[in-house]
């Protein structure tokens, strides 16, 4: 069976819940893209004071926030930790590469 072969009201509805989703696709785009902006400037304010890509005491307490969060709104807390373990991961490859490009300066 082929879209063609579907009734048209059931269609439309197909349509119109296809829009919603990639509405809320753009939206996640965006709302990670503003993310990442914060965590720029996190990686590069961490990068001026010498400080660590990684917080693996900040993380886990995200993970559990967000595992939370997941429960509230019925999402699978596993699905939500899988997804923040590879943000987590990009954010930390983006410090790595910002700590490395920025100069060290001697403190004091």
Do not use: W
Request: aromatic share 4%; hydrophobic share 40%; proline share 6%.
């Amino acid at each position: 069976m082929t879209t063609r072969d579907i009734d048209e009201g059931v269609r439309a509805e197909l349509t119109r819940l296809r829009e919603s989703i990639d509405n809320i696709d753009a939206a996640v785009v965006y709302m990670l893209a503003e993310r990442f902006k914060c965590t720029q400037q996190v990686g590069h304010l961490k990068a001026e004071h010498r400080l660590p890509p990684a917080d693996p005491a900040r993380e886990a307490r995200q993970i559990e926030r967000l595992r939370q969060l997941a429960g509230s709104a019925r999402l699978d807390p596993a699905f939500a930790e899988k997804l923040l373990n590879f943000i987590i991961a990009e954010v930390i490859r983006h410090h790595e590469t910002i700590a490395e490009s920025t100069p060290t300066t001697p403190e004091g």
